[in-house]
Nanobody
Framework: QVQLVESGVGLVQPGGSLILSCLASGTVFSIYRMGWYRQAPGKQRELVAAITTGGSTNYADSVKGRFTISRDNGKNTLYLQMNSLRPEDTAVYYC??????????WGQGTQVTVSS
């Protein structure tokens, strides 16, 4: 059974930084394209960053230049470095396979709140 556990809950001021981690178990992590998604209150879940097995990345326009996705296949872990955070980045963040139609069971996610 695949299990995804996100961590890095944080309250951060606008302009601040935060790093999220996602530990995957029960799956061969290294062979899948992975992504970070987020869901803000009242909005649909959206893919904000993705990384291929070879390390190629792409980002939603809203986070491009501020967020960096990376992976450590040896540790079955996905990361999201978030810089220059804005109030509109406030959301619950999830990791999963990308794109969403390949997603497995969703984890609980981790809350990120950007507020002064």
């Amino acid at each position: 059974q695949v299990q995804l556990v996100e961590s890095g809950v944080g309250l951060v001021q606008p302009g601040g930084s935060l790093i999220l981690s996602c530990l995957a178990s029960g799956t061969v992590f290294s062979i899948y394209r992975m992504g970070w998604y987020r869901q803000a209150p009242g909005k649909q879940r959206e893919l904000v960053a993705a990384i291929t097995t070879g390390g190629s990345t792409n980002y939603a326009d809203s986070v491009k230049g501020r967020f960096t996705i990376s992976r450590d296949n040896g540790k079955n872990t996905l990361y999201l470095q978030m810089n220059s955070l804005r109030p509109e980045d406030t959301a619950v963040y999830y990791c999963n396979r990308a794109p969403a139609q390949w997603a497995v069971d969703w984890g609980q996610g981790t809350q990120v709140t950007v507020s002064s």
